[in-house]
């Protein structure tokens, strides 16, 4: 038998060995408690501020869904797939089965009032489309719009593939047309296009550009997951709504201009510009992922609306941008980010945003001067602008002289 308190001498030397071990103690008290509760100083490493970036939200496409088509409806006329080689005028309920080519040489005239209605061919072979390689004219009315759609009543982004103009350099106009549930709405390579107070829903691409002249009045695109393509190409909105797409306007290696347009819940961005040239002018930009990302570019934003983005509200990457008389504020992220000193911003009002007002993030300084940040220098509301202060390996941004009220107009 072994005596019991032999046994609790073995028991105690075994439990201060495990301990020992393990590099712990099992009585933490005064001094050393005091220690273990407060937590670890940061290293100096981990004390310099990292790129605050905001959650990203990039919505995926949605998948494509099976569609019930209806060719049995009463239409006033119907097309199986053909080349159309001499000028035709169009009014009515038109069912287009398959592929419809206008000739280089012929022109199709759409009546107000008229709705296109496109099936694939039986054999699955051919979706639904129209191919423009002379010329279209559908002019409609305020009151009498011209639809372009699938033939039928599923809500779906793929129930026909779209209107193709290929390579069709005359003036090809779209006025008062609704385009619906396409592919692509309009898929324009090397051609001319203008629309005038037409409207793409539900695509999965509004208007995509290769190589062409295009100019959008009033209109827009809503409901899609790109809005306007525009690649190669010179581009003019004026007045459009891009609204509730996944990306507003992807531009590149193109030219652009934008006057008194909206850009509203675009859940990744609404506008991206890649090697480009833009002039945008009185926009406003409410309620994005991000409001620009303009990587590579030049040019300038001007007159803009700029607030209650989710991300950026301005995002600069190696672009030679002038920023000027915008109202940048109250962006959940950061107001603008540059990463370089290629561009410059003045007369602006920049404030109120999320994390911060300016986020410089290159080595060269960045000139913010006479801009509005919120309070005149010197008052005790933080300044929410990270740069060389918060890493040395930044450049600064130069603010002084600074504005001492808000700009004329943005009261």
Not at 4 to 30: D, E, K, M, N
Not at 37 to 59: F, M, Q, W
Not at 176 to 187: K, Q
Request: one cysteine or more.
């Amino acid at each position: 038998m072994i005596p019991c308190s032999l046994f609790i001498r073995i028991f105690l030397c075994l439990t201060l060995v495990f301990s020992a071990g393990c590099g712990q103690s099992l009585f933490p008290l005064g001094k050393k408690t005091a220690e273990a509760a407060r937590p670890a100083a940061p290293s100096e490493e981990a004390s310099t501020p990292l790129l605050p970036l905001p959650a990203k939200v990039d919505p995926l496409p949605a998948a494509k869904q099976p569609v019930c088509y209806d060719t049995g409806a009463d239409y006033t006329l119907r097309y199986q797939s053909s080349v159309l080689t001499e000028d035709v005028t169009l009014s009515g309920k038109v069912l287009i089965t398959g592929v419809i080519t206008i000739a280089p040489h012929a022109t199709l005239r759409i009546q107000p009032g008229t709705t296109l209605f496109f099936a694939p061919e039986r054999n699955g072979q051919q979706n639904g489309a129209l191919v423009i390689q002379g010329r279209i004219e559908a002019a409609g009315t305020a009151d009498a719009l011209i639809v372009f759609k699938g033939a039928t009543s599923d809500k779906s982004k793929d129930s026909w593939r779209g209107i193709l103009a290929l390579g069709s350099e005359k003036n090809n106009l779209f006025e008062y047309c609704r385009v619906e549930g396409a592919t692509v709405g309009l898929d324009s390579i090397f051609s001319t296009i203008s629309l005038k107070n037409t409207i793409f829903l539900s695509c999965r691409t509004g208007a995509r550009l290769q190589g062409s002249l295009f100019q959008a009045l009033g209109g827009g695109v809503s409901g899609s997951d790109r809005g306007y393509v525009l690649r190669d190409s010179e581009s003019f909105l004026r007045d459009i709504s891009c609204t509730d797409n996944i990306t507003g306007v992807a531009l590149s290696h193109g030219s652009l201009s934008v006057q008194g347009s909206s850009f509203a819940g675009n859940a990744a961005s609404a506008l991206e510009a890649v090697d480009s040239k833009i002039k945008i002018s009185g926009a406003v930009f409410f309620r994005n992922g991000t409001g620009l990302a303009l990587t590579g570019t030049e040019g300038s934003v001007a007159n803009c609306k700029i607030r209650e983005n989710r991300e950026y509200g301005l995002q600069l990457l190696h672009a030679r941008m002038k920023i000027y008389a915008n109202q940048i504020f109250m962006n959940a992220g950061i107001g603008i980010m540059a990463d370089s000193g290629g561009s410059a911003a003045w007369g602006n009002n920049i404030s109120l945003n999320g994390l911060y007002d300016f986020y410089h993030a290159g080595s060269e300084d960045f000139r913010a001067i006479g801009n509005w940040w919120g309070a005149p220098a010197g008052n005790s509301q933080k300044r929410r602008i990270f740069d060389k202060a918060a890493d040395r390996k930044n450049g600064t941004v130069l603010t002084f002289p600074e504005l001492t009220s808000l700009p004329s107009g943005m009261q």
